[in-house]
């Protein structure tokens, strides 16, 4: 395999680089799980242009009693299979591709596991590109060119 | 049920959107940690002026070796009872309303749950308004007139 | 003991307050998470100038399927043992306090769990200093003085 050079990535940096967080109710399959980590994972790379192979995810399986969310707010009926995503991400997204990203992953749930609309919710964290580490020590952007 | 024209929501989406992640020791009841759930959500209606019904909590329990925090730090002596409490929300709240809103937690589950007020940490993080989808695919606040 | 002052804290509080999630791969021993907490804090302490103590951590263990991360991107390989370090801390580290902090973290896992740094994920989320309630209910920086 050709080892790439770090330099090579220095576009790709301003890009992204995510870390996931997601909920949900215990009891469902390791298949489905697996289903909501991968449509995630394609809504960034189609949308939100990652890079490819950014995947850093926690999926976390909660009772019910440790997993509350008002059935009704914002006139939006949720069921019990509601799911919460958590994307702590580099700044510099736009409102539209943040949009876009929101719609991509609802689809995606749905399509692939039937999961209502209704039940994705999505909230963001945007940090800057120095507050990451992806190994060795580094702060990976720092090291390549400005 | 009269369906509420999303456009009402307009002013209310200024106001906050919060997403809390609780951590506590295992081995609590179901109705202490309801109590606790309540209680912040108590707090955010009352002090941060939430809209109703925006409630999403993550309550997780650790063993001992998992949840670690210095019994002493900054001279407040805290017990094995001690939780953190980590809200995401809008950015915006005034300094007074965090301080408000640390009291009404902290009084809250002293009255609710005797919970030692010394044993209630609280972080916040701040994200803008369009970091948030509660369902549909869509950024609520952005389909909102401005 | 001596009770000290709140405001002999007024310089340090501009310093971190930090909440550390970490997740890994269930598993491992007690000593091993032990000591990845310990290591976190010491570097905390060596390279981010922490105030002594204040250490607030929480170590989540997962299953396989929902412990999800690249195997390679950015030419890093790595293994199972692969950890992700997220830390909530004050705004105002420089790019090379963080930098230094990194090389703490891996180096120090390295040295005492062998933990491969290949392996060594961090990322930080910056707060303003207002954000934090160390218990009591109070803001602590808010009341000490400028």
């Given at each position: 395999m ?6 090579d990535?220095a576009?790709?940096w301003?890009?992204l ?8 109710i215990?009891g469902?399959?390791s298949?489905y ?7 995630i994972y394609e809504a960034m790379l ?5 890079p490819?192979?950014?995947?850093f ?10 997993f ?11 069921s019990?299979?509601?799911i919460f995503?958590?994307l702590?991400?580099?700044?510099g997204r736009t409102?539209e591709?943040?949009q876009r990203?929101y719609?991509a ?6 399509q692939r ?6 039940d ?5 964290v945007e940090v800057?590109?120095?507050?990451w580490?992806f190994g060795?020590g ?5 090291t390549a060119?400005?």
């Open positions: 050709e080892k790439r050079n770090p330099r990535y576009q790709e301003n890009l680089m995510p870390l996931a967080r997601i909920d949900l215990q469902k399959s298949d799980k697996k289903a909501i980590g991968e449509v189609a949308i939100l242009k990652v490819t192979n950014d995947r995810q926690v999926i976390t399986e909660h009772p019910a009693e440790g509350l969310f008002d059935p009704t707010y914002l006139d939006i009926q949720r019990s299979d509601c995503i958590q702590t991400l580099n700044e409102v591709q943040k990203f719609k992953v609802a689809d995606g749930l749905y596991l039937s999961l209502r609309r209704e994705v919710f999505i909230s963001l800057t590109k120095e507050n580490s060795n580094e702060a990976q952007y720092v060119p400005q």
